[in-house]
């Protein structure tokens, strides 16, 4: 099992920045891929960036050039991964997941509890 917390949401004007952290504990060498979806009032979960085990990353189209992927996995207990957003608009506002899935399988099988991100105008 991989447990799963987010941290660093919140409120922000339009072009503004904010950085979402979340760290995942367990079974971490059971990890592939690990990303970050969002959802939005009234529209489906969208997975906004991932970064593979060997370190692809992969962009949704609305957030490519303005967010970034990054991991610190150098651990064996903790697995920390980043989304820093910059110039951010009101339509990423959404509430945030950090999510997993391990080897052999597309589903993203852990989830974390989520984090508000709210972009005013």
């Known amino acids: 099992q991989v447990q799963l917390v987010e941290s660093g949401g919140g409120l922000v004007q339009a072009g503004g920045s904010l950085r979402l952290s979340c760290a995942a504990s367990?079974?971490?060498?059971?990890?592939?891929?690990i990303g970050w979806y969002r959802q939005a009032p009234g529209k489906q979960r969208e997975l906004v960036a991932s970064?593979?085990?060997?370190?692809?990353?992969?962009?949704?189209d609305s957030v490519k050039g303005r967010f970034t992927i990054s991991r610190d996995n150098a651990r064996d207990t903790l697995y920390l991964l980043y989304l820093q957003m910059n110039s951010l608009k009101p339509e990423d506002t959404a509430v945030y997941y950090c999510?997993?899935?391990?080897?052999?399988?597309?589903?993203?099988?852990?989830w974390g509890q989520g984090t508000q991100v709210v972009v005013s105008s």
């Open positions: 999510a997993a899935r391990g080897f052999a399988t597309v589903r993203y099988d852990y």
């Open positions: 367990g079974s971490i060498f059971t990890i592939d891929a």
């Open positions: 970064i593979s085990s060997g370190g692809s990353t992969s962009y949704a």
